[in-house]
């Protein structure tokens, strides 16, 4: 018995960090995607096969045993064994098309791609379901995630969330290229996340105000993407650039990128976490592949997306 799912890896539009405190962020999934197949097995173990690691363990080992890019596979197969069928185990294989731990949203595709591929075995779930199980694998390996990643690679499309309210859709198809960038630095999510957290508590006040003036900007985007407005969405990747510098998550490599992929498109900024991880540019047919062109020129690596539509995908 098998069962595939793949998910797309996502975008950070606007709103990274700042969604931890509140704040509303625009996500969208891009058409590159991990595929996780799951088979049923005999011998009572949990075998995972993927290029960040490999492992053969039985269940009910503690989680934090686990080595931490594999937890959130474990800990739906271990679940799922405990909740359906003690005696059976579960070998899990991994493909992935995106890069992983660069802000792509590596993880969380392969929690929303892991959870339903580990669960269809046993059960049919709703999106809704795996969701769940999902932010709850996620959260083995960022335990204060706001979910915001997992929904979009769950949903598709172009979503805004808060912690609030939760998510939903946005319903306008812009027609526009991404041009995502690799910095090839290596960087931690929870690492940023907490030297942000330690930034806020010293400066209360500026960070306060900077969260206002993003709530603004992202009700000024959303009228932007209705109207397909590319010059001011482009416009305001640029201010959200601004915010994202001041509370210390850009670097020197990720402005030189930001710098030299601004210059052919309508406007760049790095995604996800920062602190290394990947920037993108918003560009449309006739300038994609000049700001290609742009940043291969100066070494950096780089290709162009759309957004993915589908989501979560069972096969
Ligand atoms: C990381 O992809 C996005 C952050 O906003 C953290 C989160 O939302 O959990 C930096």
């Not at 969604?19 to 075998?47: F, H, M, P, Q, W």
Request: charged fraction near 25%; charge should be neutral; proline fraction near 2%.
């Amino acid at each position: 018995m098998k069962s595939k799912a793949s998910a797309p890896g996502k975008i950070i539009l606007f709103g990274e960090h700042f969604v931890v405190y509140g704040i509303t962020a625009i996500l969208c999934a891009i058409n590159k995607r991990i595929t996780v197949t799951t088979e049923k097995t005999s011998d009572n173990k949990i075998s995972i096969n993927s290029s960040v690691g490999n492992l053969v363990s039985s269940p009910k080992k503690p989680i934090n045993e686990i080595d931490i890019q594999l937890r959130p596979f474990y800990y739906l197969a271990d679940k799922m064994i405990q909740k359906y069928d003690n005696k059976s185990g579960m070998k899990i294989t991994v493909d992935s098309e995106i890069p992983l731990g660069v802000g792509l949203g590596s993880s969380s595709a392969c929690c929303v791609a892991g959870a339903a591929s580990i669960s269809g075995i046993f059960a049919k779930n709703s999106k809704e379901e795996i969701l769940q199980m999902a932010i709850e694998a996620e959260k083995t390996i960022f335990p204060n995630t706001s979910g915001a990643d997992c929904t979009v690679c769950t949903f598709g499309g172009l979503i805004k969330y808060d912690k609030q309210n939760g998510h939903s859709k946005i319903d306008s198809e812009p027609n526009f290229h991404l041009v995502i960038a690799n910095s090839k630095m290596e960087h931690s999510t929870k690492e940023v996340v907490s030297n942000v957290k330690e930034f806020k508590e010293k400066n209360e006040e500026k960070f306060s105000d900077i969260c206002n003036e993003e709530t603004g900007l992202i009700d000024d985007v959303l009228i932007c993407l209705k109207n397909n407005d590319l010059k001011g969405i482009g416009r305001d990747m640029i201010k959200n650039q601004e915010y994202l510098e001041t509370i210390g998550v850009s670097n020197e490599k990720l402005r030189d990128m930001i710098e030299l992929a601004t210059k052919t498109s309508w406007g760049a900024k790095l995604t996800g976490a920062g602190g290394g991880g990947c920037i993108f540019a918003l560009t449309d047919e006739n300038n994609m592949e000049k700001t290609i062109q742009q940043l291969k020129k100066n070494n950096y690596e780089c290709f162009s997306t759309k957004i993915d539509f589908t989501g979560l995908d069972t096969l």
